[in-house]
């Protein structure tokens, strides 16, 4: 991939990854998973207040925090493609960590009721 999460190294992937075992695709969805998972937390989903004030002013401020070309959304795919590509079904797997944002309840201690 090259460390560019695009559309096209997405799909090399789990080309790659669909000429594997289903094991395998399961593994890696699951190991993703957590690794989203862990990763939405507070610390890393919001910035300082400083550098949120100053994109109101410069938005050039911002741009070390985006990407217009490799959002990685893409990867979100990957097992989904990877297991149709090897088994010719629809995946439905359901992985053990849930990487919807908010999903790690430790990592948004503020929001929990």
């Known amino acids: 991939m090259n460390g560019e999460a695009t559309q096209a190294s997405c799909r090399r ?3 790659e990854l669909g000429r594997r075992p289903v094991h395998d695709i ?6 993703h ?3 989203l998972y ?3 937390q507070v610390k890393v989903g919001t910035l300082p ?3 949120w004030e100053s994109v109101f002013f410069d938005v ?3 741009t070390p925090y985006t990407s217009t070309e490799y959002d990685g959304e893409w990867l979100l795919y990957v097992p989904d493609q990877a297991y149709e590509l090897a088994t010719g079904k629809e995946w439905d797997h359901t992985t053990r ?3 919807e944002t908010f999903s ?3 990592g948004w201690p503020h929001l929990r009721s």
């Open 97 to 99: 960590y849930c990487f």
């Open 49 to 51: 207040q400083a550098v």
């Open 33 to 35: 998973a957590e690794a």
């Open 38 to 40: 862990r990763l939405d």
């Open 60 to 62: 050039d401020k911002f």
């Open 26 to 31: 399961i593994g890696f969805a699951e190991r």
């Open 104 to 106: 790690n309840t430790d």
């Open 13 to 15: 992937l789990a080309e």
